[in-house]
């Protein structure tokens, strides 16, 4: 294969008390290997909350040149300083999430399985498309079950980048690189990964350069 290549799409895990303390893991994680954003994912959290999630973790990211994404809320994301937002089909709709960020602003849009859904969010300006689940999650139930295939059929047809997402682990991912997908969004596989998610970044990012190594 050749470049450009896949790269990782963090998010953070789905319960954290102390964000002091998993800024300083996020320090140390995103200096392990390549990391495109970080996706802040706080379900039923107060604003507060995630006001106070995100003071801690927008430097870290921002520091080492990584976008910082907030699930859901087009409006705590504008308002807390991220890059962008997140939107899935039950969320605010793109065009409403992109009227609260702006133009400069990241918005990604969740299609699950639909070819239809991402040709939809693609032609209204999304700046990714995410497709999934690949494979079973920790993280959450997915409500759907995506065909690696979707992703090489997007690479090839589409320009706007695709994020390959759910139950993605080191072991696991190199299929999916080998689409052509753009980013491999990331949950338990790193901060749950054996060896702690610096390890995981570095082994990551060894598969993908393994897989775009290989001839075409």
Same mark, same amino acid.
């Given at each position: 294969?050749?470049?450009?290549?896949? &790269?990782?799409?963090?998010?953070?895990?789905?319960?954290?008390? #102390?964000?002091?303390?998993?800024?300083?893991?996020?320090? &140390?994680?995103?200096?392990?290997?390549?990391?495109?954003?970080?996706?802040?994912?706080?379900?039923?959290? $107060?604003?507060?909350? !995630?006001? &106070?999630?995100?003071?801690?973790?927008?430097?870290?990211?921002?520091?080492?040149?990584?976008?910082?994404?907030?699930?859901? &809320?087009?409006?705590?994301?504008?308002?807390?300083?991220? #890059?962008?937002?997140?939107?899935?089909?039950?969320?605010? $709709?793109?065009?409403?999430?992109? +009227?609260?960020?702006? +133009?400069?602003?990241?918005?990604?849009?969740?299609?699950? #399985?639909?070819?239809?859904?991402?040709?939809?969010?693609?032609?209204?300006?999304?700046?990714?498309?995410?497709?999934?689940?690949?494979?079973?999650?920790?993280?959450?139930?997915?409500?759907?079950?995506? #065909?690696?295939? !979707?992703?090489?059929?997007? $690479?090839?047809?589409?320009?706007?980048?695709?994020?390959?997402?759910?139950?993605?682990?080191?072991?696991?991912? +190199?299929?999916?690189?080998?689409?052509?997908?753009?980013?491999? +969004?990331?949950?338990?596989?790193?901060?749950?990964?054996?060896?702690?998610?610096?390890?995981?970044?570095?082994?990551?990012?060894?598969? !993908?350069?393994?897989?775009?190594?290989?001839?075409?």
């Amino acid at each position: 294969m050749s470049d450009p290549a896949c &790269r990782l799409y963090l998010i953070t895990p789905p319960r954290l008390d #102390d964000w002091a303390a998993f800024a300083e893991t996020l320090k &140390r994680t995103l200096a392990a290997g390549d990391v495109a954003c970080l996706q802040l994912r706080m379900k039923d959290e $107060s604003d507060d909350a !995630i006001r &106070r999630a995100v003071a801690a973790i927008r430097p870290v990211c921002h520091g080492a040149d990584v976008a910082l994404l907030l699930n859901d &809320r087009p409006d705590l994301a504008k308002e807390t300083g991220c #890059d962008g937002v997140h939107v899935g089909q039950t969320d605010a $709709s793109y065009a409403q999430a992109r +009227a609260i960020v702006g +133009a400069d602003a990241i918005v990604g849009v969740t299609c699950h #399985d639909s070819r239809h859904l991402a040709m939809i969010a693609g032609e209204a300006g999304a700046d990714y498309v995410a497709f999934g689940a690949f494979f079973p999650s920790t993280t959450k139930e997915p409500p759907t079950q995506a #065909d690696p295939e !979707i992703l090489r059929w997007w $690479s090839e047809m589409m320009i706007v980048p695709s994020v390959a997402i759910g139950g993605i682990t080191v072991e696991n991912c +190199a299929p999916l690189v080998e689409t052509g997908t753009d980013f491999l +969004a990331v949950c338990n596989g790193v901060w749950g990964h054996a060896e702690g998610p610096e390890a995981a970044v570095r082994a990551f990012v060894r598969v !993908i350069a393994e897989v775009y190594a290989q001839p075409d």
